[in-house]
């Protein structure tokens, strides 16, 4: 199972009682303004969830796996995730007795 | 940006609904990506990225105090990655601002 942005928004008709057209606006704002804030350069912090951080890379030495030229690839800004405490633990005490090592 | 600033600008967006409105849709949807993680579920969102969990084999470790090994158990460990659409926006953000 796949969960997405639309189980999200029925969800939120179930549960919160908001109309069809505001849960599925208020998921897409959910996402839009983590997006914004990390676009901005700011970390984005969810107690209880994790935090969304950025980190500078600088330019590294690169090759193309085909032919074997070096390119380099350039400096680059990128989000990192890390999970909470609670999202850890709840992970590893439900998830590793019910699934098959997955490569 | 904290969960009540995030909350505070959901607000904002949707001044049809109250406070309270916001406030709730967050914590729901914070707890179902929780909750779907938990049962081993994957979450895609399109333009932002997906959630899924990475398999970590079973290994020797030792414990620091004693220096005994311990036997630590498999496990899965949380893992994000972005979207084209973050990725690229966030990229393109910082190198404006370097330029």
Known sequence: ?103 | MTKSELIARLAERFPQLVAKDADLSVKMILDAMSEALAKGDRIEIRGFGSFSLNYRPPRLGRNPKTGAKVEVPAKYVPHFKAGKELRERVDLAANSVAE
């Open chain 1, 1 to 103: 199972m796949t969960m997405t942005k639309a189980e999200l928004a029925d969800l939120l008709f179930e549960k919160v009682g908001l109309n069809k057209r505001e849960a599925k606006d208020m998921v897409e704002a959910f996402f839009d303004e983590v997006r914004k804030a990390l676009e901005i350069g700011d970390s984005v912090k969810l107690s209880g969830f994790g935090n969304f951080q950025l980190r500078d890379k600088p330019q590294r030495p690169g090759r193309n796996p085909k032919t074997g030229e070096e390119i380099p690839i350039t400096a680059r800004r990128v989000v990192t995730f890390h999970a909470s405490h609670k999202l850890k633990s709840s992970v590893e005490e439900t998830a590793h007795d019910q699934l098959q090592p997955a490569g």
